[in-house]
């Protein structure tokens, strides 16, 4: 790296990851990548097929108009396998979603629907349970319903696995 400026990155089209490290001034103004690091793609990894049968069955579970918070009393060991497979469901369509999005029109409603949802999945997946919101039934339910969502937005926009 000379003045100040990052030597010149090959191939970041087929990255993973592209990372650019900006200085920014107190005035505001932004300064040439400082740093560029490219994470490669992985050779022969294949993501595992998304299932949207399974996935709308565990929906089915925590939401079905039967299992209302009240009715809906598992074990806690039951539970927590329940939330977990929810955001397994959620870990592995996020991307997919995304992808399939990203690939159509920069004014495309759909798009812009399914980038929303995508940032609200990701937002479930932040959140933890809370005791004024249900607890961990709640949780569970909060997951359940953005991962109907983005099962929809899956089927609606042609979101073929990678």
């Known amino acids: ?3 100040g400026t990052a030597p010149p990155v090959e191939n970041t ?8 490290v900006y200085n920014v001034t107190h005035e505001g103004p932004v300064t040439p990548p400082r740093t560029t690091v490219v994470v490669p793609r992985e050779v022969g990894h294949t993501a595992p097929p998304v299932d949207l049968a399974v996935m709308r069955e565990t929906v089915e579970i925590v939401l079905n108009p039967d299992a209302a ?23 592995l369509l996020i991307p997919v979603v995304e992808q399939a999005a990203g690939k159509l029109g920069k004014e495309s409603v759909p798009r812009y629907c399914a980038l929303a949802c995508v940032g609200e999945a990701r937002g479930k997946l932040r959140a933890g349970p809370d005791t004024r919101l249900g607890g961990d039934i709640g949780h569970a339910r909060r997951l359940a319903r953005v991962l109907n969502a983005l099962c929809d ?3 609606k926009i042609g979101g073929d696995h990678p």
């Open 1 to 3: 790296m000379t003045n």
């Open 13 to 20: 089209r087929d990255a993973k990851m592209t990372i650019r």
């Open 69 to 91: 918070p009240e009715a809906l009393s598992l074990p806690a060991d039951e539970m927590v396998t329940l939330t977990r497979t929810l955001r397994g469901h959620l870990e």
């Open 153 to 155: 937005h899956h089927e």
